[in-house]
Nanobody
Framework: QVQVAESGGGSVQVGSSLRLSCVASVSNLDHYGVGWFRQAPGKDSEGVAC????????YYADSVKGRYTISRANAKNTVTLQIDNAKPEDTADYFC?????????????????WGQGTQVTVSS
């Protein structure tokens, strides 16, 4: 069982930046797929950014391309999600997920272990 924990959420103004972190109880996340998902009130969950397990390639939802960046941190068990030029529609609970394969890594079903989420609120 892999433990996953997110941090870094908060309330920000439109146009601001913030960085979310995902820490997993593994020695090296390079061997896993990692995805960030968000769920806004009353809406379905959406995969926004991910690393694919097989080759480490990154993928982004069209809604966040150019504003979100998923990166591997210096700590091998940590992945970050940088949100730039935040918009009100970015308001959601953000979840990190880890999986041993995760080929289609923007799909929830590809992941085995999930964090509890961190809330992001963007206001004008």
């Amino acid at each position: 069982q892999v433990q996953v924990a997110e941090s870094g959420g908060g309330s920000v103004q439109v146009g601001s930046s913030l960085r979310l972190s995902c820490v997993a109880s593994v020695s090296n996340l390079d061997h896993y797929g990692v995805g960030w998902f968000r769920q806004a009130p009353g809406k379905d969950s959406e995969g926004v950014a991910c690393f694919r397990a097989s080759d480490g390639r990154t993928y982004y939802a069209d809604s966040v391309k150019g504003r979100y960046t998923i990166s591997r941190a210096n700590a091998k068990n940590t992945v970050t999600l940088q949100i730039d030029n935040a918009k009100p529609e970015d308001t959601a609970d953000y979840f990190c997920a880890v999986g041993p394969r995760a080929y289609n890594c923007l799909r929830r079903s590809e992941f085995s272990w999930w964090g509890q989420g961190t809330q992001v609120t963007v206001s004008s």
